[in-house]
């Protein structure tokens, strides 16, 4: 399941990996040295019945409880991290491996 990539010019509605770049410096979060900015990425989309969906689970629990579900959700499928040099409390320069920071792929979960 490579799910789908959009961008802001897209037209596509179904679920998809649109482009984010997170800027700390533009938060005010001076205590990150680097990196300034990343790619982040987010998921969204509509979400049709059985398109990209991760789990067997999520088609299984539409079928046994139709109006009890709101149906699957565009949602991060595969997730890495960044590394990052950062102030810790006590003012140490940290480096570290931060998980579940970039969306890689999204699905319908």
């Known amino acids: 399941n490579l799910g789908l990539d959009c961008d802001e010019h897209s037209t596509e509605s179904r679920c998809c990996r649109y482009p984010l770049t997170v800027d700390f410096e533009a938060f005010g979060w ?15 989309g509509q979400c049709e019945y059985m398109f990209m969906q991760k789990y067997p689970h999520t088609h299984l629990v539409q079928q046994a409880n139709p109006r009890g579900s709101a149906g699957p959700c565009c949602t991060p499928t595969k997730m890495s991290p960044i590394n990052m040099l950062y102030f810790n409390d006590k003012q140490q320069i940290i480096y570290g491996k931060i998980p579940g920071m970039v969306v890689d792929r999204c699905g319908c979960s």
């Open 30 to 44: 001076d205590w990150i040295i680097a990196p300034k900015r990343y790619k982040a990425n987010y998921c969204s």
